[in-house]
């Protein structure tokens, strides 16, 4: 007989395939992110961010529309929730414009900025208390974004698209703790995919141009990474808070290396590997610091 209640082995066996979860949607998050950068040396990026937010809504009316009706669409914050999800394509946009220019890997650390700057932010915004740790893990990985971009005669301009799109993505995550537990998750997600296209197809321009046959189902896969990667986290959030995923999401950065090198031949140089280093050990510093002081994760 097992000395463990059914109930606790249970909650460990979710909690185990929650963490499963959130370290396969890091995979497709970085595989978008290589797509990204491959299709955006041929086409506009206006054009691939239109094809990933159409297939991003269409995606999810197709999955959710037929249980969730008019649900899917259904919120008490309709104006917090646009402003958000422009957010969110101002991060799209500036990420891979940067993409076009930089490395994949120093690309994707600068914007894991973006948890340390939620932090920085948490006291004047949310009016939250900041403990030490934190503003240590924040200064830290200020570190390691000098040591990436490296002002001066070798720094890359390119470098302040990842940096712009850090510091919309801090804002768009300080504004997504609105929502929770007053929003459903997918309602939100799924208006973050619908105003994105919307947005996107404002910018409708005389160089978009028809898709080949061998890039159309790349193009496609732009909206399904992202998509699932985030449906993913959804139902992982399920079972654990974000607080305690947020160390397993650095798994991004180690995937952004690796597919930077296979697929484009990237070796990032010696000092920007100290800062994506010291970024990552920074941002887990900070993570299990917020993971220890969390409270049981919340249902929602």
């Given amino acids: ?157 390119a470098m302040l698209f990842p940096l712009g799109s850090a510091v919309c993505y801090s804002l768009y995550q300080v504004m997504t703790r609105r929502f929770v537990g007053a929003e459903h998750p997918v309602t939100t997600h799924f208006i973050l995919g619908s105003v994105g296209l919307v947005a996107t197809t404002f910018t409708w321009q005389a160089s978009w141009s028809m898709p080949t046959p061998a890039h159309l189902p790349l193009m496609l896969g732009l909206g399904l990474t992202t998509g699932t990667g985030h449906f993913l986290l959804i139902k992982a959030f399920e079972h654990i808070s974000p607080a305690a995923a947020a160390p397993f999401t650095y798994t991004h950065l180690v995937w952004a290396v690796v597919l930077g090198f296979v697929a484009f031949g990237e070796v990032p140089a010696l000092l920007s590997v100290l800062g994506i280093l010291t970024i990552a050990g920074s941002g887990l510093f900070n993570a299990l610091g917020a993971r220890a002081n969390a409270g049981p994760p919340t249902r929602r």
């Fill in 1 to 157: 007989m097992s000395s463990r209640p059914a109930p606790l082995a249970a909650d460990i066996s979710a909690r185990s395939k929650a963490t499963l979860l959130v370290l396969a949607a890091m995979v497709l998050f970085a595989a978008y992110d290589a797509l990204a950068k491959h299709l955006a040396a041929t086409y506009p990026v206006t054009e691939l961010l239109w094809v990933r937010y159409a297939t991003h809504a269409g995606l999810m009316l197709l999955v959710f529309g037929p249980t969730m009706g008019l649900r899917l669409v259904k919120t008490a914050q309709p104006v917090a929730q646009v402003l958000r999800a422009l957010l969110l394509v101002a991060v799209t946009f500036l990420f891979m414009s940067g993409l076009k220019h930089i490395r994949l890997a120093e690309a994707t650390a600068i914007n894991f900025l973006a948890p340390l700057l939620v932090t920085a932010l948490s006291a004047p915004l949310l009016k939250e208390t900041v403990p030490l740790r934190s503003w240590i893990a924040v200064s830290v990985g200020f570190v390691g974004v000098l040591l990436i971009v490296r002002p001066g005669a070798e720094m890359n301009a």
